[in-house]
């Protein structure tokens, strides 16, 4: 189905309107509109994100009718200056409604800490622990009682930002904050920032992009069912997964019923999932570049480009050649078809959420159920096994749905369904590290790429991404091989080097790094790179906590081109005590 027929659906002109929810956000303000359209297109803000989180100093119908006054009175080409004193009185500076907080759960001397060989790097790990602090907001009580006059969703429950720019919650950064703040002994604040997410499901059926309205339109990778996981495994609180499991299914649901698609091979027919966003017009938040980029095609393609960029940001990976291979121009944006491809990561996620989902519910004692989500898991896994595995490379690639092809490009996203356990053969492991040094990804010394094209955007080489790093590691990590669990150990020490190293000249950590040049903050994309940084840090502690008997701050070890491979073994078998 075509995305403008999906809309039509939507609409409600009837047919399977079972399903169709309404439009999730017809603010005239913060998601469509002249006075948006105005605003963003003037750039009055260096950053499209400012306008949109600005709250209202008095109702939506108000700004709206004084706006049109405006827009009347200069027939809808308001100069500049009438534009910013019109935002100056009906606006609010943004973060206004979003105060600090200091988690009550925060304490010195988590017990991991000690489990830290590495003096430097012991001290490091407390000053992680310590940003937890700056990274916790709740919400002024305005939120709740005028909620009409906000971009921001109310939610009940302190929680921990990403940091930056990005001053609300996201969803999939949010897993890899809840390992972090799970090994600072943090639950209960994971438990709020759990019950958050749970909350919007029961609202929104699904879990938007992040805490704005603006981010109602999309989703991200669907993590809430293993979010749910760390938390009942580190608190083996049953009750409160008793309590939630429903609400689980239903954003499973959500999955399932809007982001499926059939895929025939071989005389058979499969079902996986891919991202997908059913709404045109730009990005509230990104506007004026949604409209730039759209200006350099035809009319009658813009439309579906907004829903393309939509759903690149859906996906996480906003934005990067993995999402424009076999588009026009594979190097620019305007040739995204995000919709076309069924990603190896999103299935592997959802995979890994079906087990869990029947584990969950045998431990709650309901067969059925559990049953019903172990036929899920495994007609994904054949699924997975026949379209996405390539058994002559050893790894998964993402498909193409128009070509029928798989995309062989290097992502370490293809490596997803071993970290998410989603695999019936053992010796994938060992076949992915295979793929790896055939890939020569292992010749980067500093953390490995998002992709080997260098296109300026942000999910492209040379940046390099904590999720990314974690999905790779703790996958070969899974292998029963000690040369597959070695290389995982050293990429684990490669990417601490590369996190330390830029801490001691910075004194900060930022969402993603540049691997060239002996590794930096990195750069390209929509925005300047942000200081935080919350997945960062958790990925950071999960590796410092897993590997830190071994892990050090100092030495360059990490040579791992294939024919080091045996060296760096064999050095990794040296007694400890040597002094190196
Ligand atoms: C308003 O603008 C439109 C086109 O932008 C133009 O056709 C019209 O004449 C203008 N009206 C006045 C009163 O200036
Ligand atoms: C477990 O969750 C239930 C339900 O939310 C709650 O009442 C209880 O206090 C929780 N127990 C712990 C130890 O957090
Ligand atoms: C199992 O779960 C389903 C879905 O939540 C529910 O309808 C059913 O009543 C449950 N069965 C048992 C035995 O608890």
């Known amino acids: 189905m075509t995305w403008e027929l999906h809309l039509l659906l939507l609409l409600g002109l009837g047919l399977g309107s079972q399903e169709a929810l309404p439009p999730p956000c017809e603010s005239q303000i913060y998601c469509q509109g002249e006075l948006l359209h105005q605003v963003q297109m003037a750039k009055l803000y260096q950053d499209d994100k400012q306008f949109v989180d600005m709250p209202l100093t008095t109702t939506p119908d108000q700004v709206l009718q004084s706006f049109s006054k405006l827009a009347v009175a200069y027939n809808y080409s308001i100069p500049r200056e009438q534009l910013q004193e019109f935002v100056k009185q009906h606006f609010q500076a943004m973060g206004q409604e979003l105060q600090p907080w200091i988690p009550e759960d925060w304490k010195d001397s988590p017990q991991f800490l000690q489990k830290i060989s590495d003096a430097k790097l012991r001290v490091w790990a407390e000053q992680l622990h310590q940003i937890w602090k700056n990274l916790g907001k709740k919400m002024k009580p305005e939120v709740l009682s005028h909620p009409e006059r906000f971009s921001l969703i109310y939610s009940k429950h302190p929680f921990i930002v990403p940091g930056g720019r990005f001053v609300e919650f996201y969803y999939w950064d949010s897993y890899w904050v809840m390992e972090g703040l799970l090994l600072s002994e943090m639950a209960s604040t994971v438990k709020g920032m759990l019950q958050n997410f749970l909350d919007l499901v029961n609202t929104y059926r699904h879990i938007p992009n992040g805490g704005r309205v603006y981010y109602l339109q999309r989703s991200q990778p669907p993590l809430l069912t293993l979010m749910m996981n760390l938390y009942v495994t580190h608190t083996k609180n049953n009750t ?40 045109g017009g730009p990005r509230p938040e990104s506007y004026s570049k949604d409209v730039e980029v759209a200006d350099t095609l035809p009319e009658e393609d813009r439309e579906t480009l907004w829903a393309e960029l939509k759903a690149g940001a859906e996906s996480g990976w906003d934005f990067s050649s993995r999402w424009f291979v ?255």
Not at 400 to 421: R, V
Not at 538 to 543: D, E, K, W, Y
């Open 326 to 580: 076999g588009g026009p121009n594979p190097n620019l944006l305007s040739s995204i078809r995000t919709s076309k491809m069924v990603p190896v990561d999103l299935n592997a996620f959802l995979c890994q959420a079906e087990e869990l989902m029947s584990n969950f519910y045998s431990k709650l004692g309901n067969e059925t159920e559990a049953t019903k989500f172990r036929n899920l898991r495994a007609q994904r896994l054949a699924a997975m096994e026949a379209i996405l595995w390539d058994e002559q490379k050893g790894a998964w690639f993402d498909y193409d749905l128009e070509t029928g092809k798989k995309n062989l490009e290097f992502y370490p996203s293809n490596l997803t369904p071993l970290w998410a356990g989603c695999f019936s053969d053992p010796s994938v492991a060992d076949k992915a590290l295979k793929y790896l040094e055939d890939s020569k990804i292992l010749t980067y010394q500093h953390g490995i790429p998002t992709s080997l094209q260098n296109t300026g955007q942000q999910w492209d080489f040379p940046n390099a991404w904590a999720p990314l790093q974690d999905l790779v590691i703790r996958g070969l990590a899974k292998s029963a091989s000690s040369r597959t669990q070695e290389v995982a150990f050293q990429l684990a020490q490669n990417w601490i080097k590369t996190n330390f190293d830029v801490y001691s000249e910075k004194s900060a950590m930022y969402e993603k790094y540049d691997i060239s040049n002996g590794g930096r903050p990195g750069g390209g994309g929509e925005y300047e790179v942000q200081e935080g940084f919350g997945w960062t840090n958790g990925v950071a502690l999960m590796l410092l906590d897993r590997y830190g008997d071994r892990l050090t701050s100092g030495t360059k070890l990490a040579l791992l081109g294939p024919h080091c491979l045996v060296a760096a073994l064999l050095l990794s078998l040296l007694p400890s005590f040597l002094p190196w």
């Open 240 to 279: 409160f997964l008793q309590e939630n499991i429903k609400t689980l299914a239903l954003e499973l649901d959500f999955w399932t019923l809007e982001r499926t698609v059939p895929v025939r091979s071989g005389g058979k027919s499969y079902i996986l999932n891919r991202y997908y966003v059913p709404y």
